[in-house]
């Protein structure tokens, strides 16, 4: 989870965004160890108690968008647009269905080709490791997600992450929203709620009107809203800051996240006291190091 930085604690390599390189992995492990890396898996080689993996990417990668993930690990494929290989791992604990919500790749990957263009790269896949840390990173072509951010609203997060900051790649840090931006007016269009939060979502953009109308899925695909607000809790407490939507109801002495709409920030944020430091205003496009997540 090389985002921002990390990729050159694992590795040698200039860690900006900006830098991207093609990438081929060969990594021995012993058995039974698996290894789920980015690009294509071109080769297994068997060395009786060891196995040598061999992964390569046709594309440039960002280097904090280099997978590498090294575990027992259970392989499921499909099919996606166009005979596109889709890979994912799954951790021996990661349950059926956690599991299930990778099921609808396909139709995920023909939806936003129908309102991006075509799927960026030479595959697809994700690998869903057994450690709880609430996030989720849009590694190419191999998304990584923890085993507590498995929603499939989360699954969509990740895959449009394909066409914007991935194939769309950052310049510099500061521009790190447009990542996020476009991938949430996709998720928008994709179920009616914005995917992270959970909120009902406003009247949307005619862009998205246009998707809507277009899109190939009968039902949404993020039904599931009392996972998302559970999902939300527990990111709630983990990140210091972060606050929940029913502590910012009652700080707000309002009844329904409805209510919310009708209250602008400038009058909300001196009442939460002190603010959460994720719902401090930062400058669009320069929000310094500390704030280039801040919601
Ligand atoms: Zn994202």
Same mark, same amino acid.
């Given at each position: ?12 390599? =200039? ?8 990438? @081929? /992995? !060969?990594?021995?492990?012993?058995? #039974? ?23 390569? %990417?046709?594309? #440039? ?6 997978? /590498? ?7 499921? %494929? +499909? ?47 994700? %690998? ?10 849009? @590694?190419? %072509? ?36 447009? =990542? ?6 996709? *998720? ?42 559970? +999902?939300?809790?527990? *990111? ?8 929940? !939507? ?5 700080? /707000? ?10 209250? #602008?920030?400038?009058?909300? /944020?001196?009442?939460?006291?002190? #603010? ?20």
């Amino acid at each position: 989870m090389g985002e921002p930085s990390g990729a050159e604690t694992w590795y040698p390599v =200039n860690g900006h965004p900006s830098d991207k390189a093609t990438y @081929t /992995l !060969r990594i021995t492990v012993p058995k #039974p160890y698996d290894v789920a890396s980015s690009g294509r898996l071109l080769r297994i080689t068997d060395d009786g108690d060891r196995r040598t993996f061999l992964w390569e %990417t046709r594309d #440039p990668v960002a280097s904090y968008l280099v997978a /590498l993930h090294i575990a027992d690990l259970d392989e499921t %494929t +499909a099919v996606g647009p166009r005979g596109l290989p889709i890979r994912n791992y799954f951790a021996h604990a990661i349950s059926a269905s956690d599991r299930a919500s990778f099921d609808r790749l396909p139709a995920m990957i023909a939806y936003f080709e129908s309102a991006f263009g075509p799927y960026p790269f030479e595959a697809y896949g994700a %690998t869903v490791v057994d450690e709880a840390f609430g996030a989720a990173l849009e @590694t190419q %072509t191999m998304s990584t997600h923890s085993r507590d951010a498995v929603a499939e609203s989360v699954v969509v997060h990740e895959l449009a992450h394909q066409w914007f900051g991935d194939s769309v790649g950052l310049e510099r840090w500061q521009d790190i929203w447009l =990542n996020e931006g476009f991938r949430n007016v996709r *998720g928008v269009a994709l179920d009616g709620a914005h995917p992270r939060c959970g909120c009902a979502g406003r009247d949307p953009p005619p862009m998205v009107r246009r998707a809507r109308r277009a899109r190939p899925a009968a039902r949404p695909l993020d039904a599931d809203g009392d996972e998302r607000a559970r +999902a939300h809790q527990r *990111g709630a407490r983990r990140l210091p800051g972060l606050i929940s !939507r029913q502590e910012a109801l009652s700080a /707000l002495g309002v009844a329904a996240a409805a209510e919310l709409e009708h209250i #602008p920030a400038s009058e909300a /944020l001196p009442q939460l006291r002190p #603010p959460p430091r994720a719902l401090q205003p930062v400058t669009v496009g320069d929000p310094g190091p500390d704030g280039l997540f801040r919601g």
